[in-house]
């Protein structure tokens, strides 16, 4: 099941979107939250057309895994690290599929990074490898756009990866795929239509479960928040102007726009 958070008319809700073709798309409205319940559809529907998507969460946090995958380690002549390596985005760099990335004005080299996102679906801490699965909403697609220049220059990368806009997440979150299958997806980058980066989420170096084993262990997730994975080989930079799509295979496309900042 596809699960989109969207506005209409000044109202925010989730619904469920139904059918296959893109411009045919229609969201069954869902009564409440969707997370960790068995939620009711209230049956009254509105073509995905006709609504403004939001994020398809609502965050607590956002925590990413650097370097998990060697290609991309390598190609940025950074080690593969041993055990996964986490750091936070904020909340509020979270946007939707259509919404503009805001170039930072003290960058000159931002870069896109395409990557698995896993939605957590309930309260939970210190989950075991084999619970893994219970604790998981779904995945969506995420691009951890990044001021590669000043995540060089400054120690931590709360600010070149924290900034306003630097965590477009979408279009929706996607409830039917089991973590085996979650873990052997092919994830693209696309800027301009031209493909950038091209890898399948089974090159990770510590898995799906390997990752929520590591943070849980540290801390509570709460339902909503969100898990980067790491990315694929390929990453590069993004000019003002440049429409940057995100694929990943049973999922959906991510596409933003790069804007300057107003
Ligand atoms: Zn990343």
Redesign the pocket.
């Known amino acids: 099941m596809r699960i989109a958070r969207f506005s209409i008319d000044g109202n925010v809700a989730f619904g469920v979107v139904e059918g296959d073709k893109q411009d045919e798309l229609v969201l069954d409205i869902i009564k409440g939250i969707p997370y960790g319940v068995d939620f009711e559809l209230s049956g009254v529907k509105v073509p995905l057309s006709k609504v403004r998507l939001l994020p398809p969460v609502i965050g607590n946090k956002i925590v990413?895994f650097?370097r998990n995958y060697a290609s991309h380690a390598k190609e940025l002549g950074n080690e593969v690290p041993e055990a996964p390596f986490a750091f936070f985005k904020p909340s509020t760099a979270m946007i939707a599929s259509g919404d503009d990335i805001q170039y930072p004005s003290f960058s000159e080299d931002l870069h896109h990074?395409a990557?698995l996102a896993v939605v957590i679906g309930r309260m939970c801490r210190e989950v075991p490898r084999e619970r893994v699965k219970d604790v998981i909403f779904g995945y969506t697609c995420a691009n951890?756009v990044t001021a590669r220049d000043v995540q060089k220059r400054e120690k931590q990368w709360a600010r070149a990866k924290g900034f306003d806009t630097s965590c477009p997440l979408g279009p929706w979150v996607e409830t039917d795929l089991d973590l085996a299958r979650a873990g052997d997806l092919t994830i693209q980058c696309t800027v301009n239509g031209e493909q950038r980066q091209l890898g399948r989420t089974s090159e990770m170096t510590h898995p799906i479960e390997d990752l929520v084993v590591n943070i849980s262990e540290a801390m509570t997730l709460l339902p909503g928040d969100v898990i980067?994975t790491?990315?694929p080989a390929g990453v590069g930079p993004l000019h003002v102007g440049d429409e940057v799509a995100v694929t990943i295979e049973g999922i959906g496309t991510l596409t933003n726009k790069v804007v300057k900042r107003g």
């Open positions: 990413a650097g990074e990557e951890d980067l790491g990315t």
